[in-house]
């Protein structure tokens, strides 16, 4: 895969955190804190979207004879679903279109899912992102 394809990668990583650092900046009144929410939901969204199933589909095929990198996918696929899962939940209760109802309980709950999307980040960097450097532009990623 090419250094352009990883870059969006690190592109949206930057994004994320700098989305995350708006929200946290703004934490402690829920009312300046929701328009951040929504840009961070936004921002998020695009991130998880590039890795699609066609992304996975294309590495394990790639990957096919190498049993490690196939446990990988494997472990980040899963994660990449569990996040997903905790990203619906969050934005369902926090998406800042809603009566204030969660507004005590959103500092504590962005953390926590601001943290698990930090670890996320880095497990890509980590483990995708070798992974990715080895394999043919992904048609996935440019559309």
Do not use: C, W
Request: without cysteine; charged residues 30%; proline residues 3%.
């Amino acid at each position: 895969m090419s250094k352009k394809e990883i870059e969006i990668f690190k592109i949206g990583h930057e994004a994320v955190i700098t989305a995350i650092d708006d929200v946290l900046q703004n934490l402690r009144s829920y009312l300046h804190a929701r328009p951040k929410v929504r840009e961070f939901n936004n921002v998020v969204l695009m991130h998880l979207s590039r890795q699609n199933k066609a992304m996975y589909d294309h590495l394990n095929e790639y990957y096919a004879q190498d049993r490690e990198a196939q446990k990988m996918l494997e472990f980040l696929l899963h994660d990449l679903k569990d996040i997903k899962i905790k990203y619906l939940i969050f934005t369902d209760k926090h998406s800042g279109e809603m009566a204030d109802i969660s507004y005590r309980s959103f500092p504590k709950e962005f953390i926590e899912f601001s943290r698990e999307i930090i670890s996320r980040i880095k497990m890509e960097e980590e483990y995708l992102f070798p992974l990715l450097s080895e394999v043919p532009v992904l048609k996935a990623l440019q559309e």
